[in-house]
């Protein structure tokens, strides 16, 4: 029974080699409009608060794309993930418990978007897949 449920939940739908290189126009022609973002080992190294400028770059691609973007990140450190939101020009959520949805409900909801419209984008299989 677990093993059943964890191959249909616990998988993700897409797996890239790194964020930027995740196909946003594939994304897009599936009804996603929004990305719900992780932020260690996601959007910058872990406990870092340095984006790289390819990351910032690849931000500002799905935003003229059409992508609304929020992280949604654990993190109990509100400096750290405000510090990569405002430097990335994206609003954030922390202390998310995921993988609980209640955080990512509601940043699909701050978004303006339905669920079924928002990917979560992450590293973790239990915390970001799940």
């Known amino acids: 029974m677990l093993e059943a449920v964890v191959k249909k939940w616990c998988r993700p739908d897409v797996i890239a080699p790194a964020v930027t290189e995740i196909d946003l126009p594939a994304l897009w022609a599936r009804g996603i409009r929004a990305l719900l973002l992780d932020l260690d080992n996601t959007l910058v190294c872990w406990r870092s608060k340095d984006v790289r400028a390819e990351i910032g ?74």
Do not use: M
Not at 98 to 103: F, G, H, I, S, Y
Not at 113 to 119: D, E, F, I, K, L
């Open 57 to 130: 770059a690849w931000v500002q691609q799905a935003r003229e794309q059409g992508f609304r973007l929020c992280i949604v990140s654990n993190a109990a450190h509100i400096e750290r993930v405000e510090s990569v939101a405002r430097q990335l020009g994206i609003p954030y959520a922390v202390r998310a418990v995921k993988p609980l949805r209640r955080a990512l409900r509601r940043a699909a909801a701050l978004l303006g978007v339905s669920p079924a419209q928002a990917a979560v984008i992450g590293d973790q299989v239990f915390t970001d897949v799940l």
